[in-house]
Every structure is written in structure tokens, then in C-alpha cells.
């Protein structure tokens, strides 16, 4: 099975930096991963999907890129409410794996 | 406004049996594969269970395949998973996610859970 690494595991960064969080698939997927967005207590949110396209609604600040096996999700201008664990997901076939997590918080 | 509300949890022992139901709302369910994820405590998300739109392609992790089984009724709209032989690595909170009409599984809608603990 395809296994998915994020990194890193924990971030921290102040308001308006730009933030990049990295997927890595043990083999290639094609443009076949998603990101989402779990606040705290919250129920996880869809973010982007086909590694670059951004899920209706989102804030643009939020972009995608990548493919194969090496992935990024970056944030342009960090803002307070981004606070939350974002996991990759493979979405080409089964298993359909997530990454381990990566816990951003504010500095 | 997509609505998917999760049912079925709570405390069973290590080889109970249980179903989980989520019932689902605001859109063409019969249209749509759904999923199963979850999530245990302080823990990542894990993809447990698909199923595509007639229910008769079904995909399950490892895990949990010979144990769980993923079944839907597109009259009532109703989304199941039935669970035997229960572990005590089973307990978390278990998400029903509608998949997106793109390519792939990709959850774009999520339940707010229910919570299945396994302990004797």
C-alpha cells in the first residue's frame, strides 16, 4: 500500500506569514491528493482536491501544487482561524490513506 | 444544505456487534459513493469503508475487512456500517462523508461523528 508522510508534524508562525506544509506518497499518485482542514473539536473540511484545485468556497489564500509523489499545500497570509491539523489524502484508489497530520498553530 | 447525521454509536465489549446508520439529506444521495472515516482519539483520520452509488462495488482497509460491512438503501437515504468481532483499536469516532462528483474519493461533505468505544 501507498503510505503518506507529511511534514512537518507541528508548525508554528505568526499572522501573515506564508506557510507550506509538505505530503510525500511512497509512490506515485498522480495528481490524485486532496487537503483538508480539521479545526479543533471540528469536523473536517475539505480544502482541495486534484492537488491544485481549490473546493468551492475556500479561501483563496489556501493553493495547492504537486504531483507524483511530492505535494504542498500553502497558506499566502496565515490568519488566526487557520489554526487547525491539515491531512493529506490520496483519492486514486483504495486504500484512500491520509497523512499522519500536520498541527499548525500560531505563533 | 448537504446533511449527514451519524447514529448507532456507544460502549460495547471486545467482540460485540453494531451498526452504525447516518441519514442523509439535501442532496441526490443515489447519485453520490459514500464513505465511512474515522478518527480515533487524539488520533489521524482513517478511510474505513466505500461504496459506490448502486451498492455493488464496496472497498474496505485492511483492517476491517471479514468484520465491517458498508450497505446503503437509496429509498430511505440511509447509509449503513454493520461491525462484528469488535477491538479495542476500533474505538473512534466514526464520520459519514458524501464523496465528490470529481474523480476519485474525496470527501466534500462530512457527518458530525459518532462515537464507538470498545472496552470490556
Known amino acids: 500500500d501507498i503510505q503518506m508522510t507529511q511534514s512537518p508534524s507541528s508548525l508554528s508562525a505568526s499572522v501573515g506569514d506564508r506557510v507550506t506544509i509538505t505530503c510525500r506518497a511512497s509512490?506515485?499518485?498522480?495528481?490524485?491528493l486532496a487537503w483538508y482542514q480539521q479545526k479543533p473539536g471540528k469536523v473536517p473540511k475539505l480544502l482541495i482536491y486534484?492537488?491544485?484545485t481549490l473546493q468551492s468556497g475556500v479561501p483563496s489564500r489556501f493553493s495547492g501544487s504537486g504531483s507524483g509523489t511530492d505535494f504542498s499545500l500553502t497558506i499566502s497570509s496565515l490568519q488566526t482561524e487557520d489554526v487547525a491539523t491539515y491531512y493529506c489524502q490520496k483519492h486514486n484508489s483504495a486504500p484512500h490513506t491520509f497523512g499522519q497530520g500536520t498541527k499548525l498553530e500560531i505563533k | 444544505e448537504v446533511q449527514l447525521v451519524e447514529s448507532g454509536g456507544g460502549l460495547v465489549q471486545p467482540g460485540w456487534s453494531l451498526r452504525l446508520s447516518c441519514a442523509t439529506s439535501?442532496?441526490?444521495?443515489?447519485?453520490?459513493?459514500m464513505s465511512w472515516v474515522r478518527q480515533a482519539p487524539g488520533k489521524g483520520l482513517e478511510w474505513v469503508a466505500n461504496?459506490?452509488?448502486?451498492?455493488?462495488?464496496?472497498e474496505y482497509v485492511d483492517s476491517v475487512k471479514g468484520r465491517f460491512t458498508i450497505s446503503r438503501d437509496n429509498a430511505k437515504n440511509l447509509l449503513y456500517l454493520q461491525m462484528k468481532s469488535l477491538r479495542a483499536e476500533d474505538t473512534a469516532v466514526y464520520y459519514c462523508?458524501?464523496?465528490?462528483?470529481?474523480?476519485?474519493?474525496?470527501?466534500?461533505?462530512w457527518g458530525q461523528g459518532t462515537l464507538l468505544t470498545v472496552s470490556s
Open positions: 509512490q506515485g499518485i498522480g495528481n490524485s
Open positions: 439535501g442532496f441526490t444521495f443515489s447519485s453520490h459513493w
Open positions: 462523508a458524501r464523496d465528490h462528483v470529481a474523480p476519485g474519493i474525496i470527501f466534500d461533505s
Open positions: 461504496i459506490n452509488q448502486e451498492g455493488t462495488e464496496k
Open positions: 486534484a492537488a491544485s
